[in-house]
């Protein structure tokens, strides 16, 4: 099964940037539908963005859209979320995340239908 690893976050000023990566192992994930997801204290999981493997179309949550990029490098078997203009409330744990068996792109903003998670990395944004 494939091994997920966050990085990249840290505390920034509002109105900032940061660029999250996720490294994966053990196995390629190029073909893989890719997703990002966040998670504020005493909140649930969200959808951030996601990125087919080949065709790497980027779907984003509204919350989102204009502000974040989700991008691929294949080769180098990592997930990237550039983020920009950074608000206080976009202040979450950012997971990367692989989809199960069955999945289909209709399904990318459902956390049950990711089942390989990595540890997560808090992103802090400060007013």
């Known amino acids: 099964q494939v091994q997920l690893t966050e990085s990249g976050g840290g505390l920034v000023q509002a109105g900032g940037s940061l660029r999250l990566s996720c490294a994966a192992s053990?196995?390629?994930?190029?073909?893989?539908?890719m997703g990002w997801f966040r998670q504020a204290p005493g909140q649930e999981r969200e959808f951030v963005a996601a990125?087919?493997?080949?065709?790497?179309?980027?779907f984003y949550a509204d919350s989102v859209k204009g502000r974040f990029t989700i991008s691929r490098d294949n080769p180098k078997n990592t997930v990237y979320l550039q983020m920009n203009t950074l608000k206080p409330e976009d202040t979450a744990v950012y997971y990367c995340?692989?989809?199960?068996?069955?999945?289909?792109?209709?399904?990318?903003?459902?956390?049950?239908?990711?089942?390989?998670w990595g540890q997560g990395t808090q992103v802090t944004v400060s007013s």
């Open positions: 995340a692989a989809p199960k068996s069955g999945f289909t792109i209709g399904k990318r903003m459902s956390p049950e239908w990711y089942d390989t």
């Open positions: 053990r196995r390629s994930i190029s073909s893989d539908v």
């Open positions: 990125i087919t493997g080949t065709s790497r179309t980027t």
